[in-house]
Nanobody
Framework: DVQLVESGGGSVQTGGSLSVSCVASGDYASNYCMAWFRQAPGKEREGVAYISNRGASTGYADPVKGRFTISRDNAKNTLYLQMDSLKTEDTGVYYC?????????????????WGQGTQVTVS
């Protein structure tokens, strides 16, 4: 099974940029389609962006379209999320997740593997 570890969170001012990363170990990242989720204080966890196994297909939640970019480097077993034009409502804990059963880049099973999360604070 794959293990996921996020890094790169922190604090940034409104309008700034931040990048978070997720390193996979224990299996090849290319075996999984992957996604970023986030959870704000007092709110449910929500999907932010997804990417297919080889990176050819991506998708974004409406609140982050045009501001966030998901990418992956399978040679480095690493998933990335570049966040630009950050808003206070982007504050939360960001999680990467991996799914083994994918179709067209979209998870059609469960995101069974999760990282521990990294805090992003925008003020």
């Amino acid at each position: 099974d794959v293990q996921l570890v996020e890094s790169g969170g922190g604090s940034v001012q409104t309008g700034g940029s931040l990048s978070v990363s997720c390193v996979a170990s224990g299996d090849y990242a290319s075996n999984y389609c992957m996604a970023w989720f986030r959870q704000a204080p007092g709110k449910e966890r929500e999907g932010v962006a997804y990417i297919s196994n080889r990176g050819a297909s991506t998708g974004y939640a409406d609140p982050v379209k045009g501001r966030f970019t998901i990418s992956r480097d399978n040679a480095k077993n690493t998933l990335y999320l570049q966040m630009d034009s950050l808003k206070t409502e982007d504050t939360g804990v960001y999680y990467c997740a991996a799914c083994r059963s994918c179709s067209g880049g979209v998870c059609n099973g469960d995101f069974a593997y999760w990282g521990q999360g990294t805090q992003v604070t925008v003020s």
